[in-house]
């Protein structure tokens, strides 16, 4: 039984694999959605690097901010 199970698989693989591969139609449509991608990448890309900036900034401010309120609570418990 195992081995008509395996037979019909490799038969199935052997007539489905002289198949088209591919699901595009034609170079055509493959370049146009190779370009759409590309595109996509690029404004991926910028706005990764958009992200990056800010969260830079935010870090460089909270440290900021941090040293500034240190600061201050010990100002005031020398005042006290």
Do not use: Y
Not at 14 to 32: E, M, P, R, S, Y
Request: some cysteine; charged content about 20%.
């Amino acid at each position: 039984m195992r081995r008509r199970i395996m037979l019909v698989m490799l038969v199935i693989l052997l007539t489905v694999a002289t198949g088209h591969a591919g699901w595009l139609g034609n170079d055509d449509q493959l370049i146009k959605v190779q370009n759409e991608l590309h595109e996509q990448q690029q404004d991926t890309g910028a706005w990764m690097v958009i992200a990056g900036m800010l969260g830079i900034g935010c870090t460089i401010f909270f440290g900021i901010g941090a040293a500034i309120g240190s600061k201050a609570r010990k100002e005031v418990r020398e005042d006290e």
